[in-house]
């Protein structure tokens, strides 16, 4: 025998998401200069380490970065 079984359907209408141009353009510039941002401070980061691998630690580095902006 065979039995019927009742499926009850439920349709879903979705409306599309609006986003505003300028949003997105805005997003993306803030992606781009936090991208930039970043890369320089990795910069900086690996200078500074340089520096201190160069001078012979970081007192000494620090020594020398006085005596560079002093004059003396």
């Known amino acids: 025998m065979m039995e019927k ?3 009850q359907e439920r349709n879903k ?3 599309p998401a609006t986003t505003d141009t300028a949003t997105e353009v805005s997003k993306v510039g803030i992606i ?3 991208a930039f941002a970043s890369l ?3 910069w900086s980061v690996a200078c ?3 520096g ?4 012979g630690g970081p007192l000494a ?4 970065w006085f005596k560079a902006v002093t004059g003396m």
């Open 40 to 42: 320089v401070g990795l």
């Open 48 to 50: 500074i380490i340089g």
């Open 61 to 64: 580095f620090v020594g020398a």
């Open 5 to 7: 079984t009742r499926v």
């Open 32 to 34: 781009t200069i936090a």
């Open 13 to 15: 209408t979705t409306a």
């Open 52 to 55: 201190m691998a160069a001078s």
